[in-house]
């Protein structure tokens, strides 16, 4: 499993990306995970500012 983040959610703020253990978050309009790299530690959730990243 993998995070995912909602794009219409996400402020484009980097936090996540920085907290990242795996640099699994690239940025963008909206930042993105590649579920490839995620491995599930939930640190972008407890970081975002408007919880965008969501558990799938
Ligand atoms: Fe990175 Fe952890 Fe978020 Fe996965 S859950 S994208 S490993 S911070
Ligand atoms: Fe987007 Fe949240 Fe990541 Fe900021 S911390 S870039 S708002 S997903």
Redesign the pocket.
């Given at each position: 499993m993998?995070?995912k983040?909602n794009a219409d959610e996400c402020i484009a703020c980097g936090a996540?990306a920085d907290?990242?253990?795996?640099?699994?978050?690239s940025a963008g309009d909206a930042y993105s995970?590649?579920a490839s790299?995620?491995?599930?530690?939930?640190?972008?959730?407890d970081?975002c500012p408007v919880g965008a990243?969501k558990?799938e």
């Open positions: 993998a995070y983040i996540c907290g990242c253990p795996v640099e699994a978050i995970i590649d790299k995620c491995i599930d530690c939930g640190a972008c959730a970081t990243p558990a």
